[in-house]
């Protein structure tokens, strides 16, 4: 997309969000009638996901070649992944700890809310299942993104074995990722209208600016320590990008597109399509934009990980329980993994936190505090956990630029 496009498309979505919020303030639930706009450009995005996924990452796995350079890249990538979700876990943490959000908190929270007490057997054991599934059709229907990547990781890495046929395939595959960037940058066209909608729509179902105020103001040290802990490790993750990929906040205004449209849709797998194409516009590494946005799209949340910290430690001391270092220890190991498996779709956080309050033995229906206010700072979490997938391809983009520099065999000297 030309340079000139791309800020133009840019300012447009900046004004549509800011509308949204405007007019879904002011005018409310009157703002509910445009609300299938937004969700039609959504369904839109999430129409190529898995298409996308399956081609990106098939492809992105034949250009690195020799299959054992997966093993490193891949290591190297989950690696980088888990430390700077455990960063946000301790970060949400100390937080916490300084801040006591839940202090004097009216506990009343009404019982555990539908559709999340049937969730209360989740354990890991349904983390690494998930891993696997047996019908990657329904696995496909349901956006079930982990088995499909799993499959299509091992599927190019076994094409990258097999000759000739190993290429014409890949070659496949190559066409169909490019074709599938092109379907986006043609959606990304209605995104202005539909991050509008989106945002308008959610503002009108919770009752206006003034009601969302109220529902702030009851819960507001918890709003605050969630909003700070999130502009805070956004920070910490701009620095990594700037030490090791040398993308500060330059890099910031070229994944712009994509920040907004996670603000907007409050979901990292229905924006990764765009920030797949944001990654490439500001010259990442193709390969790495093929394989580790996918992948950091469905294991890499750290804005996930952070609030479910501070929210867990809230509903503890909202309710006068008493978590040593013994017990905060256990929020941060499960916390960590729990948004390893969140799923990549508006409020998965709130399903995986059961777990990490069942570890803990904490009540279920302190979940009930946060709903007034979960829908906003989903948002803003996910727009971390978009930012941190986008640092995390240019850091391993920068590893493959640097082991190919050293790879290549040295120019031949002159004769003296």
């Known amino acids: ?24 303030w002011w005018f409310g639930e009157a703002m509910a009638p445009v609300a299938w706009l937004g969700d039609l450009f959504l369904d839109a995005l999430k129409m190529v996901i898995v298409p996308l996924i399956v081609a990106a990452v098939i492809s992105g796995i034949g250009s690195l070649g020799d299959v054992r350079r997966l093993g490193r890249i891949g ?9 700077t979700t455990a960063s946000a876990v301790l970060l949400g943490l100390v937080l916490v700890n300084l801040v006591q959000p839940g202090s004097g908190i009216d506990t009343l929270a009404g019982g555990v809310p539908e559709g999340f007490a049937d969730k209360e057997t989740t354990g890991f054991s349904d983390i ?7 019908n990657l059709v329904a696995a496909a229907a349901d956006t079930q993104l982990l088995p499909i990547i799993v499959f299509s990781l091992l599927l190019g890495a076994a094409l990258t074995t097999v000759g000739e046929h190993g290429r014409t395939t890949l070659a496949f595959f190559d066409g169909l990722n490019e074709a599938m960037m092109k379907l986006v940058m043609w959606i990304m066209v209605a995104a202005p209208v539909g991050i509008f909608a989106l945002i308008a729509g959610r503002f009108a179902e919770a009752g206006g600016g003034a009601a969302f105020l109220a529902e702030v103001q009851a819960v507001g040290w918890y709003v605050a320590t969630v909003i700070g802990g999130l502009f805070l490790h956004f920070l910490l993750l701009t620095a990594v990008g700037q030490a090791l990929a040398r993308r500060g906040f330059s890099y910031v205004r070229a994944q712009g597109r994509a920040l907004v449209t996670a603000f907007g849709t409050g979901t990292s797998s229905g924006t990764l399509p765009v920030t797949m194409e944001c990654a490439r516009e500001a010259g990442v590494d193709d390969r790495a934009v093929r394989f580790v946005l996918p992948l950091g799209a469905t294991v890499n949340m750290d804005g996930t990980a952070l609030y479910e910290a501070v929210a867990v430690m809230f509903i503890a001391q909202a309710y006068g329980i008493e978590l040593g270092l013994a017990e905060q220890t ?15 779709i508006p409020q998965a956080g709130l399903v995986t936190m059961i777990i990490v309050l069942t570890a803990v033995n904490l009540p279920l229906e302190g979940i009930g505090l946060l709903l007034a206010v979960d829908w906003f700072l989903d948002r803003l979490r ?10 995390g391809a ?23």
């Open 1 to 24: 997309m030309p340079q000139f496009r791309q800020q133009t498309l840019l300012w447009a979505i900046l004004v549509g969000a800011a509308a949204g919020l405007v007019c879904g």
């Open 75 to 83: 290591g190297l990538t989950l690696l980088y992944y888990l430390l």
């Open 128 to 134: 690494v299942r998930s891993l696997i599934s047996p």
């Open 330 to 344: 256990l929020v941060f190991i499960t916390a960590t993994l729990a948004a390893i498996g969140a799923a990549g």
């Open 382 to 391: 996910t727009l971390v956990n978009v930012w941190g997938d986008s640092v």
């Open 394 to 416: 240019a850091v391993i983009g920068q590893y493959i630029g640097a082991n190919d520099a050293a790879a290549a065999p040295a120019a031949p000297q002159p004769n003296a």
